[in-house]
């Protein structure tokens, strides 16, 4: 687990959350009550809230919306004692990145990335063939981004490999990227989204992470860590797409090793 716990009350505004995450390099805050957690706070909840557009968002500054009209107020917590396999369950199972560990009283929070780091120092030989999704959500790179907004919701995904002409991959596209690109036109001043026919190979994270099929899970733990990606290509012999790793399949890991 990660500790000591950096926390925010329900009447903290937003600005002072995203100070903090960027301050300590976190990605989530519990939020506390006269000391009780009562929930939590992740980028992705700021991202996701704020993106909504709803009238009341665009009235109000940052710096004036409280937490709690932001946070996600179902706390899930687990005991100290219980084993990472359980913890990996109880992530998977909530769709969640994070848990407060206590019993009668909070010691920190273990995460995804917690889990991961603590992977990649096992000395397990799990191959990469066995944890990998063999489902990719692909895009050529001169695909625009109205297709590729698409394919995202279509697929319910949040990051699409980019591949050449043929099947091998030349990057990846987040929703971090879009969102780059989104706040681009508008500094631009432009009243649309995308005044430009902007493609794939515009916006795409390259060059691309990858690990061999017949790899091992530790060693693609250890690049994600090293390089703070959440996800690596898979790929053949031949350089071939063949899947995808990202931080559930790392929790599979775990689980199957039970390291």
């Given at each position: 687990?990660?500790?000591?716990?950096?926390?925010?009350?329900?009447?903290?505004?937003?600005?002072?959350?995203?100070?903090l995450?960027?301050?300590?390099?976190?990605?989530?805050?519990?939020?506390?009550?006269?000391?009780?957690?009562?929930?939590?706070?992740?980028?992705?909840?700021?991202?996701r809230r704020?993106?909504?557009?709803?009238?009341?968002?665009?009235?109000?500054?940052?710096?004036?919306?409280?937490?709690?009209?932001?946070?996600?107020?179902?706390?899930?917590?687990?005991?100290?004692?219980?084993?990472?396999?359980?913890?990996?369950?109880?992530?998977?199972?909530?769709?969640?990145?994070?848990?407060?560990?206590?019993d009668?009283?909070?010691?920190?929070?273990?995460?995804?990335?917690?889990?991961?780091?603590?992977?990649?120092?096992?000395?397990?030989?799990?191959?990469?063939?066995?944890?990998m999704?063999?489902?990719?959500?692909?895009?050529?790179?001169?695909?625009?981004?109205?297709?590729?907004?698409?394919?995202?919701?279509?697929?319910?995904?949040?990051r699409?490999?980019?591949?050449?002409?043929?099947?091998?991959?030349?990057?990846?596209?987040?929703?971090?990227?879009?969102?780059?690109?989104?706040?681009?036109?508008?500094?631009?001043?432009?009243?649309?989204?995308?005044?430009?026919?902007?493609?794939?190979?515009d916006?795409?994270?390259?060059?691309?992470?990858?690990?061999?099929?017949?790899?091992?899970?530790?060693?693609?733990?250890?690049?994600?860590?090293?390089e703070?990606?959440?996800?690596?290509?898979?790929?053949?012999?031949?350089?071939?797409?063949a899947?995808?790793?990202?931080?559930?399949?790392?929790?599979?890991?775990?689980?199957?090793?039970?390291?």
């Amino acid at each position: 687990m990660s500790a000591p716990v950096y926390a925010i009350t329900p009447g903290d505004p937003i600005s002072r959350a995203r100070n903090l995450m960027l301050r300590h390099k976190i990605s989530r805050l519990l939020v506390t009550l006269h000391g009780d957690p009562v929930g939590v706070l992740t980028k992705a909840d700021i991202g996701r809230r704020l993106d909504q557009a709803e009238p009341q968002w665009r009235r109000r500054p940052i710096d004036q919306i409280p937490v709690q009209l932001v946070m996600t107020k179902s706390l899930i917590s687990i005991y100290p004692d219980a084993t990472l396999p359980q913890t990996c369950e109880l992530l998977l199972e909530n769709g969640i990145g994070g848990l407060a560990v206590r019993d009668e009283e909070l010691y920190g929070v273990v995460t995804k990335w917690d889990l991961i780091k603590h992977f990649a120092q096992t000395s397990t030989e799990l191959p990469v063939s066995e944890i990998m999704s063999d489902f990719v959500a692909v895009v050529h790179r001169r695909h625009s981004i109205s297709h590729i907004l698409q394919l995202m919701e279509a697929e319910d995904v949040d990051r699409v490999v980019v591949l050449e002409y043929g099947e091998q991959p030349i990057g990846m596209i987040t929703n971090s990227n879009l969102t780059f690109a989104c706040m681009s036109g508008a500094d631009a001043g432009s009243r649309k989204m995308f005044e430009l026919p902007i493609l794939a190979e515009d916006i795409m994270s390259a060059p691309l992470t990858t690990i061999q099929k017949d790899g091992l899970a530790i060693d693609a733990a250890h690049k994600m860590v090293e390089e703070q990606i959440t996800s690596i290509v898979v790929v053949d012999e031949d350089m071939y797409l063949a899947g995808i790793l990202d931080q559930e399949c790392m929790l599979q890991a775990i689980i199957m090793t039970g390291e």
